[in-house]
Each structure stands twice: as structure tokens, then as C-alpha cells.
């Protein structure tokens, strides 16, 4: 036990505890916008399965031509790919006001498949990609070295909140989620807003998946949101729709995440309950928030 203590005050922990945050709260903050906005989104994981994807995908393509600059392009995809399929849950959602849930969890249904066909079009497997020759760069000091994403994620919890609270932006963004009639009487264009806040959300979890596949690893590689969607999901809960408690959460649950990984070489804990522990305590934190927090009109088709 002691042992495990010395390992949780080293800087390796700590490194594998900020990468473990990091996709948690960039996907976290994309899905405030949304559902601030009045739209579920539960295609999160869906959308940095293909963020990841499309980032690793043109990185490598682009390498031979671009070198050193291929991984910022594919940070751009992978962002841009992620909005792109969130606007078709937004068009699916808001234009034609089908079930939002049914709607994004068709999108992570396609994110389990659709990978695999592209990967054997392109390079005869189905599993992964080819790892790219130059992923984004490393900032930082020692094994304190992250990529671009890390310093941004930070930067993007100061963004939100600002936007939220201290724009017009926010305040209509809000309002849409909230009482949407009241909105619309206001001259506020609710369609719009919701549209808004579901595409930021794909930006977001686009750049959570560019992450995993070209800021932490040099390849995509099958299933490799490890249902990190869901769980940033689950931080917005548990967060309460609000910046800083979803920052608070996805620390918390990026901590358990971490301890999973460095508990998983010890034999204190069966490894698949080791394997579990963040799950498990995600549903636990779900039992006791609750929904009290929620904008009134989320999941609420706009009939105005």
C-alpha cells in the first residue's frame, strides 16, 4: 500500500493523470454547449472516434508534402469531421425533431463500424492506421511533456466560461435551453442557437479524439474512445451543466482513471474491477446528481 502512495506523488502519475483529463474535458465542455442549448448529445463517443480517426488519417497523408505541419492540418480535420457529424445529429434533431437520443446513439453505432470500412479501404485493415511519422508536438518539461491539445483544453475551460456568462452569445445560448418561447419572443433565433451549440460540440470532441490518436499516440487505432464519451457525459451531470463543476468532475473522474492504470500493475484489486473502478464510480456519482440541475427544454423539440 505504501508503495502505491510513492507512486501516486511521482511525475509519471501526474502526466497520466493530465492526459487522462484531457479528452474528458474537451468532450465534457462540447457537450455544455449543446446541451445548454436545449440538445442531448449522446453522440460524443461517436464524435472522437471520428475526430480521431479523420486526424490521423490526413496527418498521414499529408505528411510526405507538409512534414512537421501535417499534424496541425489533421488537428483541423479531425475538428472540422467532428462538427461536420454533429451538425447531422443537430439537422436530425432540430430540422426534423426526431428523438435526439435515438439520433446520437445511431451516430455511435456508425462510429463502430464505419471506421473499420475506411481502414480497409485505405490500407487493408481494419484495426488501425498507419502511425504517422510526425505527431503533434510535445511542450513541457521531462516527462511533463504534452501536446498542443493539453494547453488548450485548459485554455477552453476560461473560454466557455467567459462565453457563457459574460457574452450576449451565452446569454441567448442559455435562454434557448431554458425557455426557448421566451427566447423566440425575444427576437432570439432558436434553431439557430441550437445549431450552434451542437456543432461546438463536435469541434470539441473532434479535438478530444485528434488528441488520443496524434497527441497521445501516432495512429488511430480501433475503439479507441474506450467509451471516454460517455463518461465526459456523465461529468456534465455530475458537473452540473456549469464550466467549473464539469472541470471539477472530469478531474475527478480523469483521477480515477489514472489510479486504474497505475493500480492495474499492483495486486491490490482484481484486475478487472480494477479495470471497472471509473465506470463504477461514474454510475455511483449519476445515482446521487440526478437530473435537478438539467435546462428545463433539454431533449425538447422546438415546435415555435
Not at 164 to 189: C, D, F, I, K, W
Not at 231 to 241: C, E, N, T, V
Not at 260 to 281: C, H, K, Q
Amino acid at each position: 500500500m505504501d508503495g502505491l502512495f510513492v507512486q501516486l506523488l511521482t511525475t509519471a502519475f501526474l502526466a497520466t493523470f493530465i492526459r487522462s483529463v484531457v479528452p474528458l474535458l474537451l468532450t465534457a465542455l462540447g457537450g455544455l454547449f449543446s446541451e445548454r442549448s436545449g440538445v442531448v448529445n449522446i453522440a460524443l463517443d461517436g464524435l472522437i472516434i471520428f475526430g480521431a480517426l479523420a486526424g490521423a488519417i490526413v496527418t498521414y497523408t499529408l505528411d510526405p508534402t507538409l512534414g512537421a505541419l501535417a499534424p496541425w492540418v489533421g488537428w483541423l480535420a479531425g475538428a472540422v469531421v467532428g462538427g461536420l457529424i454533429a451538425w447531422v445529429h443537430a439537422v436530425i434533431s432540430i430540422k426534423y425533431r426526431a428523438d435526439q437520443v435515438i439520433s446520437g446513439t445511431a451516430i455511435n453505432l456508425l462510429a463502430t463500424g464505419v471506421p473499420s470500412v475506411i481502414l480497409t479501404a485505405l490500407y487493408g485493415t481494419s484495426t488501425e492506421s498507419p502511425k504517422v511519422p510526425h505527431a503533434l508536438p510535445l511542450w513541457g518539461i521531462g516527462e511533463l511533456r504534452f501536446s498542443p491539445p493539453v494547453y488548450f483544453a485548459v485554455l477552453a475551460v476560461a473560454v466557455t466560461w467567459y462565453v457563457l456568462y459574460r457574452t450576449p452569445y451565452g446569454l441567448r445560448l442559455r435562454a434557448t435551453g431554458e425557455h426557448p418561447g421566451a427566447a423566440a419572443s425575444m427576437g432570439v433565433n432558436v434553431r439557430r442557437m441550437r445549431y450552434s451549440g451542437v456543432i461546438l460540440s463536435g469541434l470539441l470532441a473532434g479535438t478530444a479524439g485528434v488528441f488520443l490518436s496524434i497527441g497521445n499516440l501516432d495512429s488511430y487505432v480501433r475503439n479507441i474512445s474506450a467509451g471516454l464519451g460517455f463518461i465526459s457525459l456523465a461529468a456534465l451531470i455530475f458537473g452540473q451543466w456549469k464550466p467549473l463543476g464539469v472541470l471539477g468532475a472530469t478531474v475527478l473522474f480523469g483521477f480515477l482513471q489514472a489510479l486504474a492504470i497505475s493500480l492495474g500493475g499492483t495486486d491490490l484489486l482484481p484486475p478487472t474491477l480494477v479495470s471497472a473502478l471509473p465506470y463504477l464510480i461514474t454510475i455511483i456519482a449519476l445515482i446521487f446528481t440526478g437530473r435537478s440541475a438539467a435546462p428545463r427544454a433539454l431533449g425538447k423539440p422546438f415546435e415555435g
